[in-house]
């Protein structure tokens, strides 16, 4: 820029000359800035995408990994994962697993950050405490959640006797009914950390001194909370419920590990039924892969609904 | 600042290609040149403790005797088809696979491997089941160094203060469960979790009742789902079968909470090291007095894929040698199998007396794959969502049954 002043005299001519020399140039340095980007999209979100679609669209079985021969059946595999009668009951398991997980993950990491925002003794300890659900590898936690669920010598059931919660064990993992409540749960145990986390950094960004004056003006603690907390941490609350969202719909590894989609089927979701379909006995990738681009899609849907509300957030913020 | 900008666009492209470069990674040279290759890899599943130690005796033993290097990779049991499907699309196979029985016909039928006869393996002297269990499309593609089945083992202590004798029929089984349940503990133990291992527990009742994988809702698979439906029902299991895989049954069993367990012999090995725990094996009770039982014959087995001629040739050297008299020995010794060939099996008994009722069941045990080959894996499917759809009390036997034998029907 400097080099360019120092030389007034220059004639006009070369100077538009320059200058689209200048901005081709910056196309191209866009341009390479954007390559790396496109290319890890392109190569580790597109090309496994297009396989997976590709896949769902054939007889996809075990002699196709090495033979590389898949014939072409169209929509087949959508429609035998659609007729067969555990659909109905994988997707009103997901349902439930993700509202029932999402819901009370929310609600207890929000009082949970609530409660951690006041500055208190061994306050940062106690909150870096609660993380280790979230650091502990979620296979450790549900091998021992497993235990802890046993019917006969698992301690929750010991511990509802000795509180007189309950009179007889709870079948937490052998009866269909209470299986799925009980790999809820574990989800809500490892889910809080995450919500907690964000939602704590999002009251911390509220200006304190909007509560002084929602003070001075008469505000009692829940009108604090209901017309100065909630409101503004709503962009927060967007971002946690989207990611928990997509998270919750995907889960895999908990219910594999705490009861491998029994009993009976009983917690069998999207996504430990694709697995099933895929590696179960069946060997039907086609059919797992048709079941999987079903999630994808729908995590997709709400990811456009949670970029439409955002943008509109932002633009409420402009004006 | 238009160097800047020309740096900038220079490292940003080598990234994009390196990215590139590293995503594709280096694909494999594959020379022949007629020699046995120096080094070969290896795929297996002992991943616990005491089977990885003894898996890896073996192995040290035959690198030492071939002088081939030996590269092993262990991964857990529910990963090794998805691994092998996932090297055999990459043209990565290992060079030597250990795998369970009844996959092997999965694997075979992906035409990955290569029949053992090729390289001169013999076949002679093992056991009919376990040859056929390796058998594809009439070429043996598998042998196993060692086999197992499953047994009743009992708590001698818990069994002698009830004043039970060690079960023989099913009759005798449900009395003596359901005399040795109470207070928290429970009489049996056994694994019906919704996969493979829930099948394989579960057949040595249904083929011994003489029911076929070929009808799975015919009157003797329901008697036979029946029976062991009764035996959670009356209290003499705990509903947790349900969920309880082998390792945990045998967990339950050690930490005498069952005074009997539905399990395989590998798991002498693990007894043997508890202190103050004295066991008694007896096979698994026959529905009556006088017959065989007939369990489903266990086991990995040795395969070799076609991963080029040298490393082919090298990795049968291994295999041959893992199949050598004193090696099998060895090893079904470390890790309580039985010998795959009658010969050493006989002899193995006779020294192992523990043993004993392993050796005579495997005489008559059945391969899962032998009738129904490449489809045994979704009637095994099939067969554990009835096992866990009856236990848990969501069907009838009958229902869970025949909705087993429509769901197989179907496709």
Redesign the interface.
């Known amino acids: 820029m400097t080099v360019v002043a120092q030389r007034p005299a220059e004639t006009a001519a070369p100077v538009p000359r320059r200058r689209r020399r200048g901005t081709g140039r910056q196309r191209w340095v866009a341009l390479a800035f954007l390559v790396p980007v496109l290319a890890y999209v392109v190569l580790f979100f597109g090309y496994p995408l297009v396989n997976n679609v590709s896949m769902s669209l054939r007889d996809y079985t075990v002699r196709s990994f090495y033979t590389g021969e898949a014939p072409f059946v169209g929509w087949e595999n959508y429609a035998a994962v659609l007729r067969d009668p555990l659909f109905t009951e994988a997707v009103v398991n997901t349902v439930v697993f993700t509202v029932g997980s999402i819901a009370f993950q929310f609600g207890i990491g929000l009082a949970l950050a609530l409660f951690f925002a006041g500055r208190f003794p061994a306050g940062g300890l106690l909150r870096s405490l609660l993380l280790l659900p979230w650091l502990l590898p979620l296979v450790v936690s549900g091998a021992v959640w497993r235990w802890m669920l046993d019917q006969d010598h698992g301690v929750i059931n010991a511990a509802l006797r000795a509180v007189g919660l309950a009179d007889g064990p709870t079948p937490w993992l052998t009866d269909p009914g209470w299986a799925l409540p009980a790999v809820i749960i574990v989800n809500i145990w490892i889910g809080i950390p995450f919500n907690l986390v964000i939602l704590h950094g999002g009251l911390r960004a509220i200006p304190q001194s909007l509560y002084e004056a929602a003070a001075l003006d008469g505000a009692g603690p829940w009108q604090r909370f209901r017309h100065v907390t909630w409101p503004l941490l709503r962009p927060v609350t967007a971002v946690v419920l989207m990611l928990g969202l997509v998270y919750t719909i995907k889960v895999f590894d908990v219910i594999m590990v705490v009861t491998g989609g029994g009993p009976a089927n009983a917690t069998q979701t999207l996504t430990t039924w694709s697995y099933h379909l895929s590696f179960g006995g069946g060997f039907a990738f086609g059919e797992g892969a048709a079941v999987s681009n079903l999630l994808v899609l729908v995590a997709t849907v709400f990811g456009l609904f949670y970029l439409r509300s955002a943008r509109s957030s932002i633009a409420e913020a402009g004006t | 600042?238009?160097r800047v900008?020309r740096h900038?666009?220079l490292g940003?492209?080598a990234?994009?290609a390196m990215?590139?470069v590293t995503?594709c990674g280096p694909s494999p040279a594959t020379e022949s040149s007629g020699e046995p290759a120096g080094e070969i890899s290896e795929l297996d599943y002992y991943a616990d403790q005491q089977g990885s130690r003894a898996w890896q005796q073996i192995l040290d033993t035959c690198s030492r005797e071939t002088g081939i290097t030996i590269n092993r990779q262990t991964v857990p049991t529910?990963q090794m088809?998805?691994k092998i499907?996932?090297d055999?699309?990459s043209r990565t196979l290992p060079d030597l696979v250990f795998t369970d029985n009844p996959t092997l016909q999965?694997?075979a039928?992906?035409?990955?491997l290569t029949p053992l006869t090729d390289y001169g393996i013999s076949i002679d002297g093992y056991y009919d089941s376990i040859i056929k269990a390796g058998t594809y499309e009439g070429e043996v593609y598998g042998l196993a160094p060692g086999v197992n089945g499953l047994a009743l083992i009992y708590n001698e202590k818990l069994l002698a203060e009830a004043g039970v004798e060690p079960p023989r029929t099913w009759q005798d089984l449900a009395t003596a469960a359901r005399k040795l349940s109470g207070g928290?503990k429970?009489g049996l133990a056994f694994s019906a979790?919704?996969?493979?291992e829930g099948t394989w527990q579960f057949l040595p009742f249904f083929w011994s009742n003489g029911a076929e994988l070929s009808a799975l809702d015919s009157p003797e698979a329901v008697e036979a789902l029946r029976f062991v439906t009764e035996l959670v029902d009356s209290g003499a299991a705990?509903?947790?079968v349900?969920?309880w895989n082998q390792n945990d049954v045998a967990d339950q069993f050690v930490?005498g909470?069952a005074a009997m367990m539905i399990n395989g012999s590998w798991n002498l090995a693990r007894l043997d090291e508890e202190q103050g725990l004295d066991y008694g094996v007896v096979p698994v009770p026959a529905p009556e007095a006088g017959t065989d039982p007939v369990v489903a014959l266990g086991g990995e087995v040795g395969a070799i894929p076609a991963t080029g001629a040298d490393r082919q040739q090298a990795a049968a050297e291994v295999l041959k040698c893992i199949l050598a008299e004193e090696n099998m020995l060895a090893w079904d010794t470390a890790h309580a199998y039985v010998p795959s060939r009658k010969a050493t099996a006989e002899k193995f008994a006779r020294d192992n007396p523990a043993m004993r009722p392993f050796v005579t069941e495997v005489e008559t045990a059945r391969s899962r794959t032998a009738e129904l080959g490449?489809r045994y894996?979704?009637?095994?499917?099939?067969l554990a969502?009835a096992l866990?759809?009856a236990?848990?009390?969501?069907?009838s036997p009958q229902e869970a049954l025949a909705a087993a034998q429509r769901e197989v029907g179907r496709?």
């Open positions: 600042m238009s900008a900038l666009v940003s492209v990234a994009t990215l590139v995503a529910d088809l998805p499907l996932k055999a699309s999965q694997i039928s992906t035409g990955a928290g429970y979790i919704p996969s493979e705990s509903k947790s349900l969920n930490a909470n490449e894996p979704k009637v095994s499917q099939a969502t866990q759809a236990l848990a009390g969501e069907r496709s």
